[in-house]
């Protein structure tokens, strides 16, 4: 299971965003964001409840702009405006279309199954209807847990293929969702192949390749042995 350190912001114009970090972000360079919000004061890091939401002090395209140019967040982050069905702080809000055509992301959250949005919307986000842009953007869904009892953690169904827990795995992911992203529980080979070792000349005696369960070919140059 690998967690990855995040903000929920709500920007000015009332757009709710996830911003998600490499997992092992210092503490210390997450800070940097509130930086970037004029509205937010940097919470004590040891309180017991997290404070009240309110406005960043900026849209969210001013605010995607400003962590994209801070050296020290570019490329260990990922933004993810909340897109669902023009619901509360949801980018696809009637008369938000150019903002949700121009805006610089590659994937949206959304706070319900998949299976839940409606037709329209899905095309909102494929960029498959002009007014909203043509640039596909990645769905991943969440859950909005508000239970002590935790019931509704992981309720609403997303697997995502990652080499490694990064804001930029993440990014690399939702650019391919149709290969990475799936709503259903994926189906895991039985039989598989696990590990390759080669003791040769070349390699030496301890060379070893471990395989994820995607794993299905193996292809090397004219004449390279394999």
Same mark, same amino acid.
């Given at each position: 299971? %690998?967690?990855?350190?995040?903000?929920? &912001?709500?920007?000015?114009?009332?757009?709710?965003? +996830?911003?998600?970090?490499?997992?092992?972000?210092?503490?210390?360079?997450?800070?940097?964001?509130?930086?970037?919000?004029?509205?937010? *004061?940097?919470?004590?890091?040891?309180?017991?409840?997290?404070?009240?939401?309110? +406005?960043?002090?900026?849209?969210?395209?001013?605010?995607?702009?400003?962590?994209?140019?801070?050296?020290?967040?570019?490329?260990?982050?990922?933004?993810?405006?909340?897109?669902?069905?023009?619901?509360?702080?949801?980018?696809?809000?009637?008369?938000?279309?150019?903002?949700?055509?121009?805006?610089?992301?590659?994937?949206?959250?959304?706070?319900?199954?998949?299976?839940?949005?409606?037709?329209?919307?899905?095309?909102? &986000?494929?960029?498959? &209807?002009?007014? %909203?842009?043509?640039?596909?953007?990645?769905? &991943?869904?969440?859950?909005?847990?508000?239970?002590?009892?935790?019931?509704?953690?992981?309720?609403?169904?997303? %697997?995502?293929?990652?080499?490694?827990?990064?804001?930029?795995?993440?990014?690399?992911?939702? +650019?391919?969702?149709?290969?990475?992203?799936?709503?259903?529980?994926?189906?895991?080979?039985?039989?598989?192949?696990?590990?390759?070792?080669?003791?040769?000349?070349?390699?030496?005696?301890?060379?070893?390749?471990?395989?994820?369960?995607?794993?299905? *070919?193996?292809?090397?140059?004219?004449?390279?042995?394999?």
């Amino acid at each position: 299971l %690998w967690l990855f350190p995040g903000m929920e &912001i709500t920007c000015n114009d009332s757009v709710q965003c +996830l911003v998600l970090f490499d997992q092992g972000t210092s503490v210390e360079t997450a800070a940097r964001i509130f930086g970037k919000m004029p509205g937010v *004061a940097e919470p004590d890091q040891n309180t017991s409840q997290a404070p009240q939401a309110q +406005l960043c002090g900026k849209d969210v395209r001013d605010l995607l702009g400003d962590l994209f140019e801070d050296k020290s967040l570019r490329g260990r982050c990922i933004a993810l405006p909340h897109a669902s069905q023009g619901g509360h702080k949801d980018i696809l809000r009637a008369g938000f279309h150019k903002r949700f055509a121009e805006l610089e992301v590659d994937g949206v959250y959304t706070e319900k199954p998949y299976s839940a949005l409606d037709q329209i919307t899905r095309k909102k &986000i494929y960029g498959e &209807i002009a007014d %909203w842009g043509d640039r596909r953007r990645g769905i &991943i869904t969440t859950g909005d847990n508000r239970k002590a009892s935790f019931d509704d953690l992981g309720a609403n169904p997303c %697997w995502i293929r990652l080499g490694e827990p990064t804001a930029e795995a993440i990014r690399q992911a939702v +650019l391919a969702d149709e290969a990475r992203i799936t709503y259903e529980e994926p189906t895991i080979p039985s039989q598989r192949v696990l590990e390759l070792r080669v003791n040769s000349a070349l390699t030496g005696a301890e060379f070893v390749v471990t395989f994820n369960d995607g794993f299905n *070919a193996l292809i090397g140059g004219r004449g390279s042995g394999k």
